[in-house]
């Protein structure tokens, strides 16, 4: 009989799968207005941890955090004409408000470059004021007409970073430094996921971008997913908004902007990297909750021993948590399988009798019978085992789902199961077009090495293709 | 001739006053749209340290964070009679999104207790899923006809907890810890505000709630500013939403709810309840920054010990950080007394010679000269005496301005500089509406010695009155 936990299998189909560990790990619930979500504790843990360390990276790179209204005047998206064109479908608009219709419609922020424009320009002064590096961390609301959880939703937690500097060479440097330091740095380090870094090719820019970076990760039913984008924005904002800036010299300049940004997606791209027919699988460096001490039989002594274990694994830096679960053994076990939490040490009386006990890995299912005295220490040792497996094993299952092609046909081919490399010269946006009728895309264009081109005319680059979430 | 930072005084335009301080210490400006709030660096940076804080207190009161979503159906208000009444008509209201017309309108939250209560219902079954206690932070929007920044947003950013207990006693003991030890701890500890917990008269409850406790601050104007409040919800919304249980013996019982909140107003209450004429004055335990190192002559050798001292005061764990600022010296002081910032650390090429520096505390501008190896542990004990001074400062000029009347016209006038105390059973709502009329009001019911009591019948209560915002 099934277990009241059962997932469906991966290879049976996956976006049910996915659903169930959104599900059954209490992830996320579909909100009451359609599009929208409820963020559980569980998946809210999640997102903290992967605000913490963005946040810790984007502070190091020079940004201060600000916050900038909801509410958009109608009329500033209308001021750059891709943009306007890019986001409209996708507004949701306020007409009436404390009792009364409103003169002018107010847009629910999409993204604020057009707001955050507008006070870049009171700010910005002179080139003393440059470079000006700004973050905020907020939702904002997208009409998706075909939602999922994570994916696309109609309003989404993410930060958006907005800066100003004074020459395209400097925007362009900081736009690489945030898409390699703070998010590439973040997905391959932290979550473990060997994602892709490169620029998009220019039918796939962000609405008003010059150039796009970004970091593309493979999931394990083979599709691509955009994990964060950094964008040169040129000067279309600043001339739009009116940030200019005296220069050393004396002269009035146009500045140059950037803005990046990573969303509440990252939880469903981590939920797609690595989890497995028994749920979710989080990187311990990631996990809100690394370690779970689970009593296999409750009696006091056993209880009492559980105890002195967590306190141990806590002193030791493990985000450790007792087991507080309900119903038989079994059934608690599948519970933390099904949240991905990386190590799970068992204690029964024989156990305590022999002053050991078991630590069980979330990857491997391996098992290790330990002393006692040095549980905490083989706990940490675990746990940079477990992350630098996690990342050997996703690169392996991404290298093996790669293929190098040099026709357009057989692009759409391994697109089916993975990602195709193909010479960018060989496409072109003609071979777009093709892709793109089967539901394949350009995901990325790299250099040969792998690296992030400065853009896409550079001699030689490889384009990345796949169908994509 | 007035400096460039000239700010009016308290005494001449107190209103004035607090423009002037939010403008010059980058604070806040007013956004776009009509009563929205773009909160800048600096004001975002004391904004993270009130979240920090709270944060820390309530996952130590056990609740966990979640995210519901900021659409809410038109509908939902509609469940609770007196919720829908009090909210009606301050409803931002979304009427078109992803190009269509929507056929049910969506309310962008000026709270969450109905989209929390319709989840509560889901996710609790039994006795044993209880209590449930979460919390969000969020943005909320309640449109204001006088907004101010900071006091007044139609967008502002909040925490709210909502939590879910099997019974009122439960419920109610736990909206007072976290009255107590949330939200008063933190004013009082963290704030240096001497607040005032109480409850409100019925009156001037939440819409929705059974009792409301709040905790009030007395501003350097002697007007009372509501720096947070947590609500006894009784069934209300329970009943609304369906939030019932399986108690132990099998029973279908209705539960009991609870809902809390502190706002960006603490930032507004920070400013007026210690703020002086050079600017804003943040406690030691608050600042993002609390002490700034500045060269009294930008030499080279000043500038390295400059640097020597700032990492010096970094490794004693105080947030420091070195002027980077422009302009004159004195014009560089100026700038860091209106932040607000602790202490000051003054290098100058005599004072490098003699191995000194001086230190300027920002309350009562007392100034040390200290050796340079004793600076960092200096620094330390000056940060802790500045904030038991603040308290105990703020604290004497509450109690000064604050007097025991036996008549309503006596609390009239008290009232007009301060706060007042009246025996509650001289009051009543005929008092009330009186004082009311001359935009005076009850802002808390409080137990003869002080403390918060459980309802407003208990016997000899004293009600505080005064002007509030």
Redesign the interface.
């Known amino acids: 009989m099934a277990s009241p936990n059962a997932l469906t299998s991966q290879d049976d189909d996956f976006p049910r799968w996915y659903q169930d560990v959104v599900a059954k790990a209490e992830m996320a ?1 579909n ?3 359609r599009g ?6 569980y998946g ?2 999640i ?2 941890r992967m605000q913490n360390e963005l946040d810790a990276r984007i502070k190091a790179a020079g940004a ?10 109608e009329s ?1 998206f209308a001021r750059e004409a891709e943009h306007v064109e890019g986001f ?12 009364a219709d409103l003169t002018e ?2 847009v ?1 922020r999409p993204t604020s470059e057009t ?1 955050i424009g ?2 870049m320009a ?1 700010w910005v002064q002179s080139y ?1 004021d440059l470079p000006l590096l ?1 973050n905020q961390w ?2 904002v ?1 997208r ?3 075909r939602p999922r959880l994570f994916l696309r939703s ?2 989404f ?1 993410w930060q958006e970073g907005h800066t100003a500097h004074a020459s395209y060479e400097e925007a362009a440097s900081y736009a690489r430094r945030i898409h390699l330091e703070t998010y590439l740095d973040f997905i391959v380090n932290v979550m473990a996921v060997p994602a892709l870094a490169g620029i998009k090719p220019p039918r796939e820019r962000f609405a008003g971008a010059i150039n796009s970076l970004t970091c593309e990760a493979m999931m394990r039913d083979g599709k691509a997913l955009q994990m964060s984008t950094s964008h040169e924005l040129g000067q279309n904002f600043a001339r739009a908004f009116g940030i200019v800036f005296q220069s050393e010299d004396g002269q009035s300049e146009v500045c140059h902007t950037t803005s990046w940004g990573a969303s509440t997606r990252l939880v469903g791209g981590l939920i797609m990297a690595h989890g497995d027919d028994r749920g979710l699988v989080v990187p311990p460096r990631l996990a809100p909750v690394q370690a779970v001490v689970i009593a296999v039989r409750e009696d006091n002594d056993v209880l009492d021993a559980c105890g002195s274990v967590n306190a141990a694994l806590q002193r030791a830096g493990v985000k450790s948590v007792i087991d507080r679960g ?1 119903g038989s053994f079994g059934r608690r076990v599948t519970d933390w399988e099904i949240k991905g939490v990386p190590l799970r040490v068992e204690i029964g009386p024989r156990d305590l009798a022999n002053q050991v006990a078991t630590i069980v890995r979330r990857d491997d299912g391996a098992k290790v019978v330990v002393g006692l005295n040095d549980l905490a220490s083989t706990a940490l040792t675990l746990l940079d085992e477990q992350q630098a497996q996690l990342l050997a094993l996703a690169t392996t299952r991404r290298d093996e789902a790669t293929t190098d092609v040099e026709t357009i046909e057989d692009a759409i081919a391994a697109a089916q199961s993975g990602f195709a490399r193909i010479e960018w010269r060989h496409l072109g946006e003609s071979g777009e077009d093709q892709l793109n009728e089967v539901a394949v895309s350009v995901r990325c264009l790299q250099r040969p090495d792998g690296t992030t081109p400065q853009n896409p005319d550079e001699d030689n680059l490889i384009a990345v293709v796949a169908k994509s979430y």
Chains 1, 2 share one sequence.
């Open positions: 619930d909100g009451p207005v929208t979500m409820v963020i559980r504790p809210y843990a997102w903290e201060q955090n600000a916050y900038f209204p909801l509410f958009i005047p500033y409209s479908p996708e507004l949701a608009v306020v007409t009436h408000a404390g009792g419609p107010i629910v707001v507008e006070f009171k003393r700004l907020a939702n609301v009409w998706e007409l109609s309003e937690l309900r």
